[in-house]
């Protein structure tokens, strides 16, 4: 089972920034947490993953609390090509389990 | 184009029949992974190979078998195939596993099987 949960759909203004938030409270202390997203019905797409500090990319940043019982992933200026549905997912390498992710609308 | 190639795109199958779907993991990566992504399940983890042998296994049926080559490439084979088996099957592959990862999934774009 997922280890993650997240709200199932959130809509964002375009051009404003999209911040999607995950609770993983029972993560253990060597564990990453990865983000993905899927457009539509194409391959899931590697976003980004950290293990306690926060990280940034030229996609998204990463933004792990202390305890590391959540985070969040800021799109900052989310376009409509940014409407997909977005996963945060728990692991340490190996196999990778989804939960049901976030379905981000973005409008225009 | 992700480096990860699956074929075919598209396959349309009877029930009963046979099918092998192939993926070839992009340059350098050793671990191979098949997710099955239908309407109502999301995205489940079928199996992982690593440089040849098997080294996780998910919610895999046992009508459904996997392996991976010497080249790295890797096949699924789904048989006695159902109605309910038509889902998208995703590849995805990694340069390594374990706790060591410092590197994301690459993901095909997937086969898509319809049983009829």
């Known amino acids: 089972d997922a280890k993650t949960t997240q709200p199932p759909s959130m809509d964002c203004a375009e051009g404003r920034a999209a911040n999607l938030p995950c609770n993983h409270s029972?993560?253990?202390?060597?564990?990453?947490v990865y983000w993905y997203r899927q457009i539509h019905s194409q391959g899931p797409q590697y976003i980004i993953h950290?293990?306690?500090n926060n990280e940034t990319n030229e996609m998204a940043s990463l933004i792990i609390t202390e305890d590391r019982k959540s985070s969040t992933l800021i799109l900052p200026h989310a376009t409509l090509r940014d409407t997909a549905v977005y996963y945060c997912i728990v692991g340490q390498g190996g196999k990778l389990i989804f939960g049901q992710g976030t379905e981000l609308s973005v409008k225009p | 184009d992700s480096g990860v190639t699956q074929t075919p795109k598209h396959l349309i199958t009877a029930t009963g029949q046979r099918v092998t779907l192939r993926c070839s993991p992009r340059?350098?990566?050793?671990?191979v992974y098949w997710y099955q992504q239908s309407l109502d399940q999301g995205l489940q983890f079928l199996i992982q190979?690593?440089?040849?042998?098997?080294?996780a296994k998910g919610n895999i049926l046992e009508r459904f078998s996997a392996q991976q080559f010497p080249d790295l490439h890797s096949e699924l084979n789904l048989s006695s195939l159902e109605l309910g088996d038509s889902a998208l099957y995703f590849c995805?592959?990694?340069?390594?596993?374990?706790?060591?990862?410092?590197?994301?999934?690459?993901f095909g774009s997937g086969t898509r099987l319809t049983v009829v």
């Open positions: 995805a592959s990694s340069p390594q596993t374990g706790a060591s990862l410092n590197y994301g999934y690459t």
């Open positions: 340059s350098g990566d050793l671990s």
């Open positions: 190979y690593y440089n040849g042998e098997e080294r």
């Open positions: 950290g293990l306690k």
């Open positions: 029972t993560i253990s202390g060597n564990e990453y």
